[in-house]
């Protein structure tokens, strides 16, 4: 029986962060190779028995040195993933067994590509220039200069401000700022009525879990965010697909999907649209709220790709025409700063605001203070506003080169955004497919089927403009189109 190595699998290069980067200075280069390894291990690159790379074949293809490998070869074998055969060499390891399963060994199970799929593995540790599916800025754009200043600031405070309990309405002054950045786009509101989130995928949960009944109808866009279907689809509801266009929302067809299905909520991400980067215009939005009255629908508007959107860029909110009558308005920092900063916030009636606080109190008491003080800080003494400018400046440089870029490979753009970090485009060829041949080769694609309310199979792909320069990333992804392409029409 002949053994199989690394050769046998796609292989990618080691990305190193940048020694000026903190990953750079807190990881050594042992770690990042066992890390590296064990990834490749867990999604089956590297499957039980075969074996692993030559100590001089690794440091050779990886750039480091044999003592490197050596050392990050004991590590797995000490962690269990691998065993050494004297004269053989390194062999990964089958995965042990419970006692009750040792008569029967279970079969290696393949990930199954579903809507938590995309975000399971932006948490694996796949490289950000791997990773062309990334839904976050990569290390060197995002806020972690005003992180950590506000970590400093945060550590200077007295101790005794610290000590009481977190409030489930959220830090008042973060809040009191919020209030001031909903001013600057026309919405009105209140301390009250301003309630601080884990991020916006709580605030979604939040209120579906309030309004939403197994069997309600709901209208999502189709594309649309792949973790907040999933949100929807766990609590049984109807997902009704919404239309887009390049212009936005597909109006006209709203109309006639409210008419038919009576929903209950509509939920839409209006300013930078994921995946499409679309922004919703001021007829659209209009016709919208007219709609939403007429057939009395809750309306959630996401608008977490906010401050994306420089200030020459003509938006109009659904939130500032309805001033928080009908519209539940979600934001986030997630995006802008970092992503493990886990702040966001809704605005909404004080009632609903109030309501929403006390379940959030019941299910998860509070957001971690400690975030949101970090947060505040960023917004107020770190030059958050000079932060934005910058990241809009170089995202207006890669946008256009990145587009080009793709677009030599044959993919087609659905639109041109005019401000943002995502593209939507058609690839021609089965992206469930494409994206499992990626993650065998160690890069990460955010494919159509995942932003489908009913995930239905599709050609399209979301790219992220931030992280998809790589010329080795790029240059596999031309040959596995020609290649998918060379077996006729996707399915």
């Known amino acids: 029986m002949t053994s199989t190595t690394q050769r046998d699998a796609p292989a990618s290069p080691l990305r190193l962060p ?60 000490v962690r269990g993933h691998v065993q050494a055969r004297r004269g053989a060499g390194f062999f990964v390891r089958e995965p042990a ?6 008569t029967k060994a279970a079969p290696a199970r393949p990930q199954t590509i579903d809507m938590g799929w995309l975000i ?86 939040l209120i579906v879990r309030h309004y939403l009944r197994p069997g309600d109808s709901v209208i999502v866009g189709n594309p649309a965010w792949s973790a907040q279907l999933g949100t929807l689809t766990m609590m049984g509801v109807n997902l009704v697909a919404l239309p887009y266009t ?14 038919t299905f009576k929903p209950k909520m509509l939920i839409l991400n209006t300013v930078l649209h994921n995946p499409t980067s679309t922004v919703l215009s001021s007829a659209a939005a209009y016709q919208i709220l007219r709609i939403a009255d007429v057939h009395d629908m809750i309306v959630v508007e996401d608008d977490i790709y906010a401050d994306f959107l420089p200030s020459g860029v003509q938006a109009t909110r659904l939130a500032s025409l309805d001033q928080l009558k009908r519209v539940i308005y979600l934001g986030s920092f997630s995006k802008m700063l970092v992503p493990n900063i886990r702040v966001g916030f809704l605005a909404a009636t004080a009632e609903i605001a109030e309501t929403l606080g006390n379940q959030k109190l019941l299910t998860s008491l509070a957001t971690p203070e400690l975030n949101e003080r970090i947060v505040h800080h960023a ?12 990241v809009h400046a170089e995202l207006d440089e890669l946008r ?19 401000a943002g970090f995502l593209g939507w485009f058609d690839t021609g060829v089965d992206t469930i497919t494409l994206a499992a041949m990626a993650l065998e080769a160690g890069y ?21 403009i931030a992280t998809s320069q790589n010329p080795a990333m790029l240059h596999w992804l031309d040959q596995a189109l020609a290649q998918l392409r060379q077996r006729g029409p996707a399915a």
């Open 379 to 390: 917004l107020t003494e770190g030059s958050y506003r000079k932060h934005c400018q910058h």
């Open 444 to 464: 990460l694609l955010a494919p159509g089927a995942l932003f489908s309310p009913q995930q239905t199979p599709s050609t399209w792909l979301r790219m992220n």
């Open 97 to 102: 067994a419970s006692p009750a399963r040792r």
């Open 246 to 259: 390049p212009q936005g929302p597909d109006v006209q067809a709203l109309a006639g999907l409210a008419a």
């Open 400 to 418: 256009a080169p990145v587009f080009k870029q793709l677009e030599s490979l044959g993919m087609k753009a659905f639109c041109r955004p005019q």
């Open 120 to 205: 399971r593995n932006m948490q694996s540790g796949i490289a950000a220039d791997m990773s062309p599916g990334f839904g976050y800025l990569p290390p060197g754009l995002c806020g972690s200069d005003l992180i950590k200043a506000g970590l400093r600031s945060v550590a200077a405070t007295s101790g005794m401000q610290l000590a009481h309990p977190a409030l489930a309405q959220g830090y008042a002054p973060l809040r009191e700022q919020i209030t001031r950045k909903l001013a600057e786009i026309e919405i009105a509101a209140t301390l009250a009525q301003v309630l601080t989130t884990s991020g916006a995928t709580q605030a979604i949960d």
């Open 18 to 77: 940048d020694a000026g980067t903190e990953a750079g200075r807190s990881m050594s280069l042992v770690d990042q190779l066992v890390q590296w390894a064990e990834h490749r291990i867990q999604e089956h690159v590297f499957r039980p028995g075969m074996r692993m790379p030559s100590v001089r074949q690794l440091a050779t293809d990886r750039g480091v040195s044999r003592f490197t490998v050596v050392q990050a070869y004991e590590r797995l074998v």
